[in-house]
């Protein structure tokens, strides 16, 4: 399934998302024209074998990781999945909130990477994490949402619209199911930091349950003291 767009357009112009993407393809840019691509892969990705708690020098590469991608197809989906459901998150939590979560779920996907393989030396990079943060939130907050989205089955392609939450639900069952049976597999899940995933969607699926609460919380106020 591919998302194409959804059905609830933001109040304003997305233009943290659309920075970030921006942000994105430029260093995706720098890093395919590099003379050293390991060399540069090596500086800016992190890898959770030399990750300290302790040592605040170490959570630099979980920020800057998140701007690669290992691929035109990988960043490809990444900016895609960011352009259709990161504008009404953005809309949702206001530039700078917008802009803390992003960070906030980049920080707790690498996190939960490395707490499930705290001794692996192979580099993590690309915005998946902070971009399933953004999905969890979207489930949480706008589970009425359609997505339009493509389908392939039957050899066939068909453009439907999905309800938010059977979109996501999908999404994120899939998530888990791939992150235990990395567990399992010889390669580690082939080579995709599914747990990253996980951590991110956890972390906005968090934030959107808090955010709903206090708006909830907030409408029952204003109905309180609401004059005659």
């Known amino acids: ?78 900016m895609l999945f960011l352009w259709v459901f990161g504008d009404n998150v953005e809309d949702s939590l206001g530039s700078v909130g917008y802009i803390l979560f992003y960070l906030g779920a980049t920080c707790s996907a690498g996190l939960l990477q490395y707490v499930i393989d705290p001794h692996s030396t192979i580099p993590m990079f690309g915005a998946s994490g902070a971009i399933a943060g953004i999905l969890g939130y979207y489930l949480v907050v706008f589970p009425s949402h359609r997505i339009k989205t493509l ?48 951590g991110g969607l956890l972390f906005g699926a968090l934030i959107g ?3 709903t609460r206090l708006k909830r919380s907030n409408i029952g106020e204003y109905e309180i003291v609401r004059p005659f």
């Not at 994105?24 to 395919?32: K, Q, T, Y």
């Not at 540069?40 to 701007?67: D, K, M, Q, V």
């Not at 999908?170 to 597999?185: H, K, N, R, V």
Request: hydrophobic share 55%.
């Open 1 to 78: 399934m591919i998302p194409i767009g959804d059905s609830q357009k933001p109040s304003r112009f997305p233009l943290i998302t659309f920075l970030l993407i921006f942000l994105n393809v430029a260093v995706f840019i720098i890093e395919i024209t590099t003379p050293d691509f390991e060399g540069f892969i090596s500086a800016y990705a992190f890898t959770p074998s030399l990750f300290s708690f302790g040592n605040i020098a170490t959570w630099w590469p979980i920020i800057t990781a998140a701007f690669l991608h290992g691929g035109f197809t990988h960043i490809l989906f990444n």
């Open 209 to 211: 349950f808090i955010a």
């Open 151 to 198: 389908l392939f089955m039957g050899g066939g392609m068909f453009m439907r619209e999905l309800p938010a939450q059977i979109f996501l639900a999908y999404w994120t069952i899939t998530q888990f199911l791939s992150g235990f049976g990395s567990l399992l597999a010889a390669d580690g899940g082939g080579g995709t930091a599914w747990f990253a995933h996980i």
